[in-house]
């Protein structure tokens, strides 16, 4: 499977699933529970956004709880093993609950970008470096 391109949805029961384009066009054919590759499988997702940086998916969710959760997909196909807690990661901020989540990736320098909209309303942004650590 040749650089697929990965496209991830959120289904009602709150499981974040991903599911692969390959290069040639056709579909992996079933659709992948990221919740169950990654330790806390018992979070329950209301939103997802995810970006792709240098052959790798990173797939942003925001939980039931209001929390912000982290995790990636590396381009060998394996997932990072958890779902990592992004506010706690942001030790200067306090920080509300969130209900929206948006991801974008920098090529040149390996930058995610994380936008959420807290419950009060203000949009939050944080990123995260290319070698792992977190703003903040």
Partial sequence: MSNPNVLQVLV???AILHTLLNASGTWQG??????????????QFSQVGGTGVGGT??????A?????????????GGWQG?????NSENTGASVPAF????????QSNGLVHVCAVGTDGILYHTYR????????
Avoid at 99 to 106: E, K, Q, R
Wanted: contains cysteine.
């Fill in 12 to 14: 009602a029961n709150g």
């Fill in 30 to 43: 079933f659709f992948g529970n990221v919740n169950g590759v990654n330790g806390n499988s018992d979070l």
């Fill in 57 to 62: 998916l990173h797939v942003c969710g925001v």
């Fill in 64 to 76: 039931s709880d209001g929390g912000l959760y982290h995790t990636y997909r590396s381009a060998n």
């Fill in 82 to 86: 958890f779902l990592g807690d992004v």
């Fill in 99 to 106: 209900t929206d989540v948006g991801c974008a990736g920098v």
């Fill in 129 to 136: 470096n290319a070698d792992g650590s977190w703003q903040g």
